[in-house]
């Protein structure tokens, strides 16, 4: 099975070593995840990339398709912001439809309150964040910085992040954190991604485990090695 989040991945880590090898095969994985995002309007999958190559998105039943399409338009961001001038303009234009799409679905689907705390609602609001930025969209800095905001309050209620026992969890909240920094300013912003950084890091130090250079919480088959 072919991973797409994985796939958008390794295009941008390409990118992030710009030889004529490595270019050619960022935009050749590029096309082709680009091509697989749902754009019908009347599909109600509409603005969704699939999760594997092999399952295609009029199948409505995969439970991963929101969280890993979310990410994939986060990679694809990060294209935009940091690569353009590596990637032909006429790709670049399919890479901005596909992150309006996919915000298309971010605001139109509905908010459940048991996500509020969850990694992916964080990536939603750096997604829309990052959007609202480049394309200078009020609309789209207005709804990320309201799912930011219930992120904030969600985290502070637990009083722990749900991903506290997962290494690759924790440095992906980290990652988006600094995203966000570098994408919106504002003191607001600012407050609340201190106050996030320092619970994750009482949250590593909580369950830092140094005898066996681990990070253990309630799921002891989540153990990773930091």
Request: hydrophobic content about 40%.
């Amino acid at each position: 099975m072919h991973h797409i989040e994985e796939s958008a991945e390794y295009a941008l880590k390409l990118l992030m070593q710009p030889t004529l090898e490595n270019t050619k095969r960022a935009k050749d994985i590029l096309s082709v995840i680009l091509k697989l995002q749902v754009s019908e309007p009347q599909n109600p999958n509409y603005g969704i990339f699939p999760t594997y190559l092999e399952y295609p998105a009029d199948k409505p039943d995969n439970p991963m398709y929101e969280e890993t399409s979310v990410v994939i338009t986060l990679y694809l961001i990060q294209i935009l912001i940091n690569f353009k001038n590596l990637i032909p303009a006429s790709m670049i234009k399919k890479i901005e439809k596909a992150c309006h799409l996919s915000i298309f679905y971010i605001s139109n689907s509905e908010i459940k309150l048991r996500y509020a705390a969850s990694i992916h609602s964080l990536i939603d609001a750096a997604v829309l964040l990052a959007c609202g930025t480049i394309f200078k969209k009020s609309e789209y800095l207005h709804l990320g910085m309201k799912k930011f905001e219930n992120y904030f309050t969600a985290i502070k209620y637990n009083g722990s992040f749900w991903e506290h026992n997962s290494p690759c969890e924790m440095y992906f909240i980290s990652s988006a954190l600094e995203f966000i920094r570098t994408t919106i300013t504002g003191n607001q912003c600012d407050y609340m991604i201190d106050n996030l950084n320092n619970m994750l890091w009482e949250n590593i130090a909580i369950n830092f485990h140094a005898s066996i250079n681990k990070l253990t919480g309630a799921c002891s088959n989540a153990a990773g090695t930091i």
